[in-house]
């Protein structure tokens, strides 16, 4: 039986009298990787956001290996170094260089000395192909850079999980591969994530699972395979839309 790094247990949550997640359930195991998909506003960034505890749920519970994670800040500041985030819009520093936003992590949340960190986020910013561009600022790269320093950036505090919300669908459609390679690279690497994304034939190629989310509730939880010869119209509409619109 594998490792449970993840479970949410009877998720739900509003804001004010919109009910965006109802009852949510599902379970993450070690070196998944779950896409998340649905339409826009089904409330897929809200969910990511719950579990990285950037959102509070009006209900339910969330465990991170089997622990329930409490609400409490020092708790939550504590789970949150476990579970890396990969934004939408990068959410760089625009004052620090790539190195020194890849360092700011890490250097906060782990008791290493400097010259340590230093390494580590060399290594990931390796890892990410930055390497000739440690000293750049954000406004100096291109979408795709951006993106690929935000990865490293979640990389180097070294989560138990990366959760990456729509990563490619700020990206001129130029850009869009070099991020999806490195994805695809993290995924050699054995590291869990979830990814919510409209780029259907990527997540196809690298998930094994996907949770389709509707009305607020997961209504499939499938493997690839079974999702993408499902019959269920709901699948196949969603499908028709997306697969054609990129
Ligand atoms: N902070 C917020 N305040 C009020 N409504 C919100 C907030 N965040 C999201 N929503 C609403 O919740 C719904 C789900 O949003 P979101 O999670 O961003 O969907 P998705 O990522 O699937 O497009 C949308 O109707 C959105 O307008
Ligand atoms: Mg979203």
Do not use: C, W
Request: aromatic share 8%.
């Amino acid at each position: 039986m594998k490792e449970t790094i993840l479970e949410l247990e009877k998720i739900s949550k509003n804001f004010n009298d919109l009910e965006v997640l109802k009852d949510i359930n599902f379970k993450v195991f070690k070196g998944d990787i779950i896409a998340i998909l649905g339409k826009s506003g089904e409330g897929k960034t809200t969910l990511l956001r719950t579990i990285n505890n950037l959102i509070e749920p009006n209900d339910g519970n969330i465990y991170f290996k089997k622990e329930l994670i409490e609400r409490s800040n020092k708790e939550i500041r504590k789970f949150r170094t476990k579970i890396g985030f990969v934004f939408q819009h990068f959410n760089l520093i625009s004052n620090l260089t790539v190195l020194q936003n890849v360092m700011l992590g890490p250097l906060k949340a782990k008791k290493l000395p400097k010259k340590e960190v230093k390494e580590l986020a060399l290594n990931k910013i390796k890892l990410v192909e930055m390497l000739d561009k440690i000293d750049s600022y954000p406004d100096n790269l291109s979408g795709g850079q951006k993106q690929r320093v935000g990865i490293a950036r979640a990389l180097a505090m070294e989560p138990e999980i990366i959760l990456f919300d729509e990563p490619t669908s700020a990206l001129d459609p130029s850009l869009v591969g070099e991020v999806m390679k490195i994805i695809k690279k993290l995924s050699f690497e054995g590291i869990t994530m979830i990814i919510v994304t409209h780029e259907i034939a990527f997540i196809r190629s690298i998930a094994n699972r996907i949770l389709f989310l509707s009305e607020g509730k997961v209504k499939y939880d499938l493997k690839t395979d079974e999702f993408f010869n499902s019959k269920e119209s709901t699948i196949n509409d969603y499908l028709n839309i997306f697969v054609y619109d990129n």
